[in-house]
């Protein structure tokens, strides 16, 4: 039983089932560009206890979801400024830029776009929170309910 494959052979594989080719081709393509933009992103990543070691070393939190949303729970003293907004209110976590900050929305999804904003903007120490408040209380980790978030205190 020969077990070299020939290039004739994997020709043949390739038309025959051209679909799963093209799947397996696209497939490795995507699992490439997410190493390559793993390895160059300028934030990490932590899990949520990882969270509370960075909470004892005096980080601050930014959590991006909706108003509503954080008032049902929040991380203490978190900062709320929801995703949409954060362009145009950038410029308030300006003590933060050189400090550890985590960052944090309901799943971790969009939370990964404001890393890659806050890192563009000059952001040192950003910390991408994997799997969001979600994450956060499926470990049964505190959180506090408000009335008021601090973004909205500080505009009264």
Known sequence: MNQDISLDRLIEFVTNHHFLFIGLLVVTILLIQDLISTALRK???TSPTGAIELLNDDAAVLDIREPFE??????????????AKLDKQIDTLEPYKSEPLIVTCKTGTQSTHACKKLSKSGFQKVYLMRGGM????????????????RTEQNSS
């Not at 979600?134 to 978030?149: F, G, K, M, S």
Request: proline share 6%.
């Open 70 to 83: 954080f008032k049902k729970g929040h991380i203490a003293n978190a900062i709320n400024i929801p995703y």
């Open 43 to 45: 934030f990490r990543s």
């Open 134 to 149: 979600q994450a956060w209380q499926d470990v049964n980790l505190p959180i506090e309910r408000t009335e008021q978030n």
